[in-house]
């Protein structure tokens, strides 16, 4: 399952269900992250959005396709992109 969000820099942001409770969120070169005292990432926010932060539910970005909600847990950056838990 996908899903394309467009930004306010016209950027084709994809969110991609990679298995039960992740999803590879890409389509962007440039973004800031915000980490939590034990250096775990609790935010992300490309330039131009959207900002995706810890408890954001993705059903937002999926059109409720989910069909309960389904909120990012964790977030984590490796070298596939930025992987975001959900639950």
Not at 11 to 31: A, C, N, T
């Amino acid at each position: 399952m996908k899903a394309t969000y467009i930004n306010r820099m016209g950027d084709d942001i994809q969110f991609e269900l990679i298995s039960e409770d992740e999803i590879k969120m890409s389509g962007f070169d440039y973004y800031r992250t915000g980490f939590n005292e034990d250096k775990t990432i609790n935010f992300i926010d490309p330039s131009g959005g959207p900002y995706i932060c810890i408890g954001t539910d993705m059903n937002r970005y999926f059109d409720g396709k989910f069909g309960c909600e389904t909120k990012i847990t964790s977030i984590q950056q490796n070298e596939n992109g930025i992987i975001l838990k959900v639950s």
